[in-house]
C-alpha cells in the first residue's frame, strides 16, 4: 500500500509528460500545416499572375496592339531595350533574369573586371612613355598643340557597367515584371544608387596618380549629369567638387549617341592613352543601321587594339549586342524581340558545315 502513491505520482508524472509531447506534436503539425498554406498561397499567387501575363499576351497579338514605348533608338540612352512596364503580378520568368544574377551573384564577373582594370592599369606606364601612343587612331598625326608640345595624357571611361554598375535597377526591371523606359531609367539615375564595378575605383586612382586625366563619356542624358557626378562622388570615384570631366549625350549640340564627337572633343586637348567601355560604342561607332554581323567584323578589324589600348568589360543585360539583334527597331513588342533574339541563335542544326 506504501508503494500506491508513488505508483500514483509516476503514473502522472508519466501522463503529463505525454500530454506535453501531444501537445507539441500537435503545435508542430499546425505550424506545418500555416507554412503548407502559405506555400500554396503563394503558388496560386505567381499561377494567377502569370495567367494574367498570358492572357495580356494573348490579347495583345489578337487584336494587334503595340503597348511599347515609341522612342527613337536615337532618342534613348544607347544601348538599353524601350518598352513597358506591367502591374500585373510578377511571373518568376523574365528574359534578364540569369544575366543579372550573374552579375549579382558569380564570381566570375568581379573576377573579370577586376582582371580588365588590372590589364588596363599595366598598360598606363608604357603609354605614358611613348609618346606616339595613342588609342583615338584619329588623333595619331595630332599629340602636339599648336606649339609643338606634347598633349597632356588622358585616359576615356563610359560610365554604365564601366564604372557604375546598375545591375540593381535590371534586378527592378525583373521583380516588377517590366521593360527599361526612358522616365524608369532616369528615376533610377535620380536615386543615386549604382554601385562602383569592382576594379573602377583602383584604376581611376592610378590615372589621377600618374596625372592622367580621366574622361567619362556617357550616353546617359545630360539632364542626368548633376546626378550622376553626385553618384559617382559619394563612391569617390572622382573628386568632389573637381572639375567636369563627364561628358553626356546632348550637353552640346553635336554630341549625340554616337561617342565619336567627345572622343574627338578630348583628342583635341589631350592624348587620348587608353579607352575602356562595355559596349563596341565606347571604342568605335558602327553605323546607325549596323547588324551583330556587322559589329563583330569591326571588331574583329580592331582586335589588335582589344587588351592593348582597348579595354572591354561585360555587359550580358543590354548594349547594342542585343539591339542588333531586332534592327534597332526599339518600337518593336516585347514577344517580338524576343522571337527576333530566338532567330539569332545558332545550333548544332543551324551551324555551317565548314
Known sequence: MRLLPFFMTFV????????????????????????????????????????????RVKNEQATGKDESNHSTGEDQDAGQPVGESVDEATPLVHEDLDATAWVQTSAEYPSITLQTYRAAKSRLDAALADSTWTAFAAQQDKLTDEDGKPLPPAVILDVDETVLDNSGFQAELIINGGEYTPDIWHAWVEKRKARPVPGAKAFLDACRSAGVTTYLVTNREFKAEEATRKNLEELHLIPAGGADVILS??????????????????????????MVGDDLNDFAYAGKNHTAASRRKIAAENNSLFGDKWFLLPNPNYGGWERSLYEFNDRLPREKKLQAKHAGLWTSETVDSD
Open 12 to 55: 502522472i508524472v508519466i501522463f503529463a509528460s505525454g500530454c506535453g509531447t501531444a501537445v507539441q506534436e500537435l503545435a508542430k503539425a499546425k505550424q506545418q500545416q500555416a507554412n503548407a498554406e502559405q506555400a500554396l498561397a503563394k503558388a496560386e499567387k505567381a499561377a494567377e499572375g502569370l495567367r494574367q501575363v498570358v492572357e
Open 249 to 274: 549625350k546632348r550637353e552640346q549640340e553635336d554630341w549625340t549617341s554616337d561617342k565619336t564627337s567627345r572622343r574627338e572633343f578630348v583628342a583635341a586637348t589631350h592624348r587620348i592613352l587608353l
